[in-house]
T-cell receptor, first 114, second 109 residues
């Protein structure tokens, strides 16, 4: 049973560019949450997708957008990249949106913006 | 004020020692509480949920104090493999998870 997978594992971009990160949830999970983790910090909630809709959103600008597909996989898009967007981007999957269910994290995508 | 605050440590302890640390949260309406473990350059993994009455899982004991709005984690008989960053996680009443910045524990031989 595959866990949460993310691609790519590493990415280097320059300021102003756009990036798309991908996530496949754990089998049987229908909810995907995205987090940004800067060095030395805890993960910060970006948004959550359920039934192909954004259900919750953290304090991130509109440059951060996402999508969920019918097979529950998800993408995170970041436009107009800034140096401060350099971080580990984590995807977590769970069942339902209540929040009490355990979230399983993928290995993350390390994004470096130059 | 941050929603979840932790002592960053590091806590440097010998094998076999007991180590304990706390986390405080700002939202009194928070619903659920968790401890996650994160190894260097790896993803966070759930260590344990924290229940109102306190709970134990092997060498790990978690306590919740709603009146003072803090959560604690105690590790007994520390092993080298316990070296990691421990993240305190709080589920708010609007169902968002908030993570602390983590407490680093290093167990030495």
């Amino acid at each position: 049973d595959a866990g949460v997978t993310q691609s790519p594992t590493h990415l280097i971009k320059t300021r102003g560019q756009q990036v798309t990160l991908r996530c496949s949830p754990k089998s049987g999970h229908d909810t995907v949450s995205w987090y940004q983790q800067a060095l030395g910090q805890g993960p910060q909630f970006i948004f959550q997708y359920y039934e192909e809709e954004e259900r919750q959103r953290g304090n991130f600008p509109d440059r951060f957008s996402g999508h969920q597909f019918p097979n529950y996989s998800s993408e995170l898009n970041v436009n107009a990249l800034l140096l401060g967007d350099s971080a580990l981007y984590l995807c977590a999957s769970s069942i339902g949106t209540g929040g009490r269910e355990t979230q399983y994290f993928g290995p993350g995508t390390r994004l470096l913006v130059l | 004020r941050k929603e979840v605050e932790q002592d960053p440590g590091p806590f440097n302890v010998p094998e076999g020692a007991t180590v304990a640390f706390n986390c405080t949260y700002s939202n009194s309406a928070s619903q659920s509480f968790f401890w996650y473990r994160q190894d260097c350059r790896k993803e966070p993994k759930l260590l344990m949920s924290v229940y109102s009455s306190g709970n134990e899982d092997g060498r790990f004991t978690a306590q919740l104090n709603r009146a003072s709005q803090y959560i604690s984690l105690l590790i007994r008989d520390s092993k080298l493999s316990d070296s990691a960053t421990y993240l305190c996680v709080v589920l708010s009443n609007d169902y968002k998870l908030s993570f602390g910045a983590g407490t680093t524990v290093t167990v030495r031989a």
